[in-house]
């Protein structure tokens, strides 16, 4: 089946360590996207890439960083900058960026602070 | 840049009656509407979208209206059952970005 996985479902931080968030697709997409939920919230862009090894910052960047060597994966660190991560992290993919691109989302990983 | 809102925020129905969602939009230049439910626990999925040369699209129990006039989309759900029971997101997307509404919790009492 394809579709997108995230890993883990559930993930802990203490003070003052990064954590990364992973996602890889088998969809054959070119664009992948990293989006914040939080309650009561829609959802918010922290970063997408168009294309292997290009990766563009979304409304909501800092704190977080991303990298996009491989076109199934791209992975999410949230580092110690960000104040408030305690969130739910959602990754998705499209096609191509742009136009009526349906995007196709994962389950979501749920990060808390120690 | 796009704005997107949703109404109402929850919503609770019987059993068999409808639902009606509603989204306006602020950028004249969105061409692209989708409609994602997001149960507990997981990830958004798509349950129908509409293209801006499109005034309705009907899926089963579940159709879309746009009306680009008024930049305004609904999503109506015919005979709901329990199972209808999600959060439901509206979005609007221009060729370069997609907006999100901030969602709508739907309730479907037996």
């Known amino acids: 089946d394809g579709g997108i996985t995230q890993s883990p479902k559930y993930l802990f931080r203490k003070e003052g360590q990064n954590v990364t968030l992973s996602c890889e697709q088998n969809l054959n997409h070119d664009a992948m996207y990293w989006y914040r939920q939080d309650p009561g919230q829609g959802l918010r862009l922290i970063y997408y890439?168009?294309?292997?090894?290009?990766?563009q910052k979304g409304d909501i960047a800092e704190g977080y960083s991303v990298s996009r060597e491989k076109k199934e994966s791209f992975p999410l660190t949230v580092t110690s900058a960000q104040k408030n991560p305690t969130a739910f992290y959602l990754c998705a993919s499209s096609e191509s960026r742009g136009g009526d691109q349906p995007q196709h989302f994962g389950d979501g990983t749920r990060l808390s602070i120690l | 840049g796009e704005n997107v809102e949703q109404h109402p925020s929850t919503l609770s129905v019987q059993e068999g009656d409808s639902a009606v969602i509603k989204c306006t939009y602020s950028?004249?230049?969105?061409?692209?509407f989708p409609w994602y439910k997001q149960e507990l626990g997981k990830g958004p999925q798509l349950i129908i979208d509409i293209r801006s040369n499109v005034g309705e699209k009907k899926d089963q129990r579940i159709a879309v209206t746009l009306n680009k006039t008024a930049k305004h989309f609904s999503l109506h759900i015919t005979e709901t059952q329990p199972e209808d029971s999600a959060v439901y997101f509206c979005a609007a997307s221009t060729y370069f970005d997609m907006r999100f509404g901030a969602g709508t919790r739907l309730t479907v009492k037996p």
């Open positions: 890439s168009q294309i292997v090894n290009d990766f």
């Open positions: 950028d004249s230049a969105s061409n692209y």
